[in-house]
């Protein structure tokens, strides 16, 4: 009798191999059955999502790299562009093609996932090129392989290469529509970085080593944030600035507390937030954090003043963000590349705070400014400047306008599958209730209602 194709081809025999471990080992380690994992391995049964992670955890790699087929196989993305990315992305692939016969399944693995979140990153930025070529390249994928065998290996090399993967996940983070994308392979890095972190390191790297896993642990808060997971949030933040504080890296530290803080203020805390966040000033001061991110956290505390009706203390940070991002130089400082605070952000924020204090025709004025500062693409950002702007338009009386700005936050919170935005979307419609009855209402209601 013919032997079926197996439907559920994967690479974790191939991976538990180059782990050192054996199917026994393994099994021992999960507590799954040494039959069900030979099953797993053959690809003849599915591998539940518990135990995929279960055994990824084990091997130190993201579950998606135990399932998905590499580009070189030719094989599903495991993102999805549009047809127009696609055909843009196809002349930045020879530049990517970089991965080599003697890597490791795991490390060409690795390699296709960074490969295939850079495609529209490249596309969007040329000057990229280059920098994207540098990070691919087999011979610092086969540092970072032998320095996993050997984690008390790591030299000054393998670490530059690490921070500069953890700086390009900040850019796609701030160039991807989902957020969401890119949560296994960051979660994949950090747990690379933590096996080399629990290995016996001279101080020097062991230091790096805790500011890198605290940076990548903020992108990970970042994205769990995005997709309203304040749970998850908060234990990012708070291993960022236990890893930041024993790396002694007091920038990653305020830049850390000023995120935790803000999740204090994304639940409605906002008065509980303002210690931290001033906490976080003091040490970002202190550590010469540059203008721009200074400016992020005083823009943070200015939106908390305006929460509490506390117009001058309010007006008087917002001048301080100002002055900040005037002293900020662009490319000085790495940290620049770990807040992305621009003025177009500045326009959202100060709009944000008009809004809280009432000034509507301001709120109206910065709002409309951060829409032309900002990319048209259906962003997060986008979809949260329209639902303020909405909340500007509905005290105003504007409610038609308010409804139209709304469908727009909608469509653009959709299709950036931010639950974050979404819920902003949610809680604007619950604004409008007292004019449930009116057409341009009731048809934002039914919107809502199909999701």
């Given at each position: 009798?013919?032997e079926k194709?197996p439907?559920?081809?994967?690479?974790?025999?191939a991976?538990?191999?180059?782990a050192?471990?054996?199917?026994?080992?393994?099994?021992?380690?999960?507590?799954?059955?040494?039959?069900?994992?030979?099953?797993?391995?053959?690809?003849r049964?599915?591998?539940?999502?518990?135990?995929?992670?279960?055994?990824?955890?084990?091997?130190?790699?993201?579950?998606?790299?135990?399932?998905?087929?590499?580009?070189?196989?030719?094989?599903?993305?495991l993102?999805?562009?549009?047809?127009?990315?696609?055909?843009?992305?196809?002349?930045?692939?020879?530049?990517?093609?970089?991965?080599?016969?003697g890597?490791?399944?795991?490390?060409?693995?690795?390699?296709?996932?960074?490969?295939?979140?850079?495609?529209?990153?490249?596309?969007?930025?040329?000057?990229?090129?280059?920098?994207?070529?540098?990070?691919?390249?087999?011979?610092?994928?086969?540092?970072?392989?032998?320095a996993?065998?050997?984690?008390?290996?790591?030299d000054?090399?393998?670490?530059?290469?690490?921070?500069?993967?953890?700086?390009?996940?900040?850019?796609?983070y701030?160039?991807?529509?989902?957020?969401s994308?890119?949560?296994?392979?960051v979660?994949?890095?950090?747990?690379?970085?933590?096996?080399?972190?629990?290995?016996?390191?001279?101080?020097?790297i062991?230091?790096?080593?805790?500011?890198?896993?605290?940076n990548?642990?903020?992108?990970?808060?970042?994205?769990?944030?995005?997709?309203?997971?304040?749970?998850?949030?908060?234990?990012?933040?708070?291993?960022a600035?236990?890893?930041?504080?024993?790396?002694?890296?007091?920038?990653?530290?305020?830049?850390?507390?000023g995120?935790?803080?803000?999740?204090?203020?994304?639940?409605?805390?906002?008065?509980?937030?303002?210690?931290?966040?001033?906490?976080?000033?003091?040490?970002?001061?202190?550590?010469?954090?540059?203008?721009?991110s200074?400016?992020?956290?005083?823009?943070?505390?200015?939106?908390?003043?305006?929460?509490?009706?506390?117009?001058?203390?309010?007006?008087?940070a917002?001048?301080?963000?100002?002055?900040?991002?005037?002293?900020?130089?662009?490319?000085?400082?790495?940290?620049?590349?770990?807040?992305?605070?621009?003025?177009s952000?500045?326009?959202a924020?100060?709009?944000?705070?008009?809004?809280?204090?009432?000034?509507?025709?301001?709120?109206?004025a910065?709002l409309?400014?951060a829409?032309?500062?900002?990319?048209?693409?259906?962003?997060?950002?986008?979809?949260?400047?329209l639902?303020?702007?909405?909340?500007?338009?509905?005290?105003?009386?504007?409610?038609?306008?308010?409804?139209?700005?709304?469908e727009?936050?909608?469509?653009?919170?959709c299709?950036?599958?931010?639950?974050?935005?979404?819920?902003?979307?949610h809680?604007?419609?619950q604004?409008?209730?007292?004019?449930?009855?009116?057409?341009c209402?009731?048809?934002?209601?039914?919107?809502?209602?199909?999701?």
């Amino acid at each position: 009798m013919r032997e079926k194709t197996p439907n559920h081809a994967n690479h974790l025999r191939a991976a538990i191999k180059e782990a050192g471990l054996t199917i026994a080992e393994v099994a021992r380690e999960t507590g799954i059955p040494v039959r069900t994992l030979f099953d797993y391995c053959a690809g003849r049964v599915r591998i539940p999502r518990k135990r995929l992670e279960a055994i990824a955890r084990l091997l130190a790699c993201p579950p998606e790299l135990l399932v998905c087929r590499s580009l070189s196989d030719g094989g599903p993305h495991l993102l999805e562009w549009t047809q127009s990315a696609e055909a843009e992305a196809g002349e930045a692939l020879p530049l990517l093609t970089v991965l080599g016969e003697g890597a490791t399944t795991i490390d060409r693995l690795r390699r296709a996932l960074l490969q295939q979140l850079l495609l529209p990153l490249v596309t969007a930025a040329p000057w990229l090129h280059r920098t994207t070529q540098e990070l691919l390249e087999a011979e610092a994928w086969e540092r970072l392989a032998l320095a996993l065998r050997r984690p008390s290996r790591t030299d000054a090399a393998t670490l530059a290469h690490l921070e500069a993967v953890t700086d390009l996940y900040w850019e796609l983070y701030r160039s991807s529509l989902a957020k969401s994308d890119l949560q296994h392979a960051v979660s994949g890095h950090l747990m690379t970085l933590n096996q080399l972190l629990h290995a016996q390191q001279p101080l020097a790297i062991q230091r790096r080593l805790c500011a890198v896993c605290s940076n990548s642990a903020q992108i990970l808060g970042e994205i769990a944030l995005d997709q309203h997971d304040t749970e998850r949030a908060a234990t990012s933040y708070r291993l960022a600035i236990e890893l930041a504080r024993e790396g002694e890296q007091s920038a990653l530290w305020a830049l850390a507390a000023g995120r935790q803080a803000w999740l204090l203020v994304y639940q409605g805390a906002g008065k509980a937030a303002l210690p931290t966040l001033e906490h976080a000033l003091a040490l970002g001061q202190s550590s010469q954090l540059s203008g721009q991110s200074l400016a992020w956290l005083e823009m943070m505390r200015a939106e908390v003043l305006a929460q509490e009706q506390d117009r001058s203390g309010c007006e008087r940070a917002l001048e301080h963000v100002h002055s900040w991002l005037d002293q900020s130089q662009a490319g000085q400082s790495p940290d620049q590349r770990w807040t992305g605070f621009q003025v177009s952000a500045c326009a959202a924020y100060e709009g944000r705070c008009y809004l809280y204090l009432g000034s509507l025709s301001q709120a109206r004025a910065s709002l409309q400014q951060a829409l032309q500062w900002l990319s048209a693409a259906p962003t997060r950002r986008r979809a949260l400047v329209l639902v303020d702007l909405a909340h500007v338009a509905g005290r105003e009386g504007e409610l038609e306008e308010a409804c139209s700005l709304a469908e727009e936050a909608l469509r653009c919170a959709c299709q950036a599958r931010s639950p974050r935005a979404l819920r902003a979307v949610h809680r604007l419609a619950q604004a409008l209730q007292q004019w449930k009855r009116l057409p341009c209402v009731a048809r934002l209601n039914r919107m809502l209602r199909q999701l």
